[in-house]
């Protein structure tokens, strides 16, 4: 689960960290108001969606004037924002953040992340602030420093003055440093965090270190322990089907291809979204059902993949150990016969009753193509679908 970064810097400011004074606008009035507040000279309008890269894209933007807020206010509001990571369509501007203006002498990347090599939260710290770490990874990899922290130690001193060093901050600046690490862990722990980046992390001209920016990524299977982070969840920023999938407790992400996916088990569902990208067409989705999920579950995942609009064909890849293969035939069947069929469907089943799901779908009079393999049934869904185009 992801936010807002003016709900980042709350939480961070929880835990001591230091950001910028700003305040949240939902219409131009509240914007006006908000600079009023924070007295000026300078103001920074920040475009609030959940995507990186608003500043090259014109959402972030300084001005120096209550009038040139408003102004702001007024252009973003309801606008659409399109991003590097947006995609073409980009994504609506329903809230703002009036923050005030900062003093920039450096900017520093920072984030912290879990590790899964080493089971870990990791630092990641440059130099080259402002830019995307991608390009830096790419171009300049010496300007990338990472270290992790050893759970059964927590955080010490050595970790701090390890990012110090790397951002060649000493004095003052490094006892600040070696503070904003032992903080940004105590935050990533206590909340669950899975992603914690401040892009940029900033000295000010007064000699002070500032996270400019925050975006915050929470763990989704650790929600239940935070009904405050649950809160700040902001659906309008979701892909639809995706809100819908939670309900039922599916993985699922929306993605850009043709071909819809319903498969138990994540490894599975990476296997079959690849070998449909191996025989020329895209997946539409990922789609794990999980290892035991009911009759009404498998249901409400094909009308999830059925109401994407992009789908051309549904693939459906079934393995079941634990998932039994005429509980997924029940599902498909009964949702098939409530919504309708409009694309080719391609089922392959193995494992566990698979003889009874296999007879369940061949008694339903559907139009429905069996496979024998993963192969098979890659091959003849994507040519299913280039023949029904």
Same mark, same amino acid.
């Given at each position: 689960?992801?936010?807002?970064?003016?709900?980042?810097?709350?939480?961070?400011?929880?835990?001591?960290?230091?950001?910028?004074?700003?305040?949240?606008?939902?219409?131009?009035?509240? !914007?006006?108001?908000?600079?009023?507040?924070? *007295?000026?000279?300078?103001?920074?309008?920040?475009?609030? #969606?959940?995507?990186?890269?608003?500043?090259?894209?014109?959402?972030?933007?300084?001005?120096?004037? =209550?009038?040139?807020?408003?102004?702001?206010?007024?252009?973003?509001?309801?606008?659409?924002?399109?991003?590097?990571?947006?995609?073409?369509?980009?994504?609506?501007?329903?809230?703002?953040?009036?923050?005030?203006?900062?003093? #920039?002498?450096?900017?520093?990347?920072?984030?912290?992340?879990?590790?899964?090599?080493?089971?870990?939260?990791?630092?990641?710290?440059?130099?080259? *602030?402002?830019?995307?770490?991608?390009?830096?990874?790419?171009?300049?990899?010496?300007?990338?420093?990472?270290?992790?922290?050893?759970?059964?130690?927590?955080?010490?001193?050595?970790?701090?003055?390890?990012?110090?060093?790397?951002?060649?901050?000493?004095?003052?600046?490094?006892?600040?440093?070696?503070?904003?690490?032992?903080?940004?862990?105590?935050?990533?722990?206590?909340? &669950?965090?899975?992603?914690?980046?401040?892009?940029?992390?900033?000295?000010?001209?007064? *000699?002070?270190?500032?996270?400019? &920016?925050?975006?915050?990524?929470?763990?989704?299977?650790?929600?239940?322990?935070? !009904?405050?982070?649950?809160?700040?969840?902001?659906?309008?920023?979701?892909?639809?089907?995706?809100?819908?999938?939670?309900?039922?407790?599916?993985?699922?992400?929306?993605?850009?291809?043709? #071909?819809?996916?319903?498969?138990?088990? !994540?490894?599975?569902?990476?296997?079959?979204?690849?070998?449909?990208?191996?025989?020329?067409?895209?997946?539409?989705?990922?789609?794990?059902?999980?290892?035991?999920?009911?009759?009404?579950?498998?249901?409400?995942?094909?009308?999830? =993949?059925?109401?994407?609009?992009?789908?051309? *064909?549904?693939?459906?890849?079934?393995?079941?150990?634990?998932?039994?293969?005429?509980?997924?035939?029940?599902?498909?069947?009964?949702?098939?016969?409530?919504?309708?069929?409009?694309?080719?469907?391609?089922?392959?089943?193995?494992?566990?009753?698979?003889?009874?799901?296999?007879?369940?779908? !061949?008694?339903?009079?559907?139009?429905?193509?069996?496979?024998?393999?993963?192969?098979?049934?890659?091959?003849?869904?994507?040519?299913?679908?280039?023949?029904?185009?």
């Amino acid at each position: 689960m992801n936010i807002h970064e003016y709900q980042a810097k709350a939480v961070l400011r929880e835990f001591g960290v230091p950001v910028a004074r700003g305040i949240p606008a939902f219409s131009v009035e509240e !914007a006006d108001k908000a600079a009023h507040q924070l *007295g000026g000279p300078i103001w920074v309008v920040k475009a609030q #969606i959940h995507a990186g890269g608003r500043g090259k894209a014109g959402g972030v933007k300084v001005v120096k004037s =209550i009038e040139d807020v408003t102004k702001e206010a007024q252009r973003l509001l309801g606008s659409i924002l399109v991003t590097h990571q947006t995609g073409p369509h980009g994504k609506q501007v329903n809230r703002l953040y009036i923050e005030e203006g900062s003093t #920039i002498d450096r900017e520093f990347y920072l984030s912290a992340l879990v590790d899964r090599t080493t089971s870990r939260v990791a630092f990641v710290v440059s130099t080259a *602030g402002g830019m995307e770490i991608e390009e830096v990874a790419r171009t300049e990899p010496e300007k990338i420093v990472s270290f992790s922290v050893d759970p059964a130690t927590g955080i010490m001193p050595h970790h701090g003055r390890r990012a110090a060093k790397a951002l060649g901050l000493t004095g003052d600046l490094g006892k600040q440093c070696e503070s904003l690490i032992a903080k940004l862990y105590a935050a990533v722990i206590a909340k &669950d965090m899975s992603l914690l980046e401040i892009n940029p992390l900033v000295v000010t001209k007064t *000699g002070q270190l500032l996270c400019l &920016d925050a975006k915050i990524g929470f763990d989704d299977n650790a929600l239940y322990r935070h !009904a405050d982070i649950v809160a700040l969840r902001d659906v309008t920023e979701e892909d639809e089907k995706e809100i819908e999938a939670s309900k039922y407790d599916l993985n699922y992400v929306a993605l850009d291809g043709t #071909i819809g996916c319903m498969v138990n088990g !994540a490894g599975l569902a990476m296997a079959t979204m690849d070998i449909i990208k191996l025989y020329g067409e895209a997946p539409a989705n990922f789609l794990d059902v999980g290892g035991s999920a009911s009759k009404e579950k498998v249901s409400a995942a094909f009308k999830i =993949i059925t109401s994407d609009h992009h789908v051309k *064909g549904i693939l459906v890849n079934i393995f079941g150990g634990i998932m039994r293969c005429d509980v997924i035939a029940e599902g498909v069947v009964a949702a098939v016969k409530e919504v309708g069929l409009r694309v080719p469907l391609v089922v392959r089943l193995e494992g566990t009753n698979v003889a009874q799901g296999k007879e369940i779908i !061949a008694k339903s009079n559907l139009n429905v193509t069996s496979a024998d393999d993963l192969d098979d049934a890659a091959q003849k869904i994507v040519k299913a679908v280039r023949e029904s185009a």
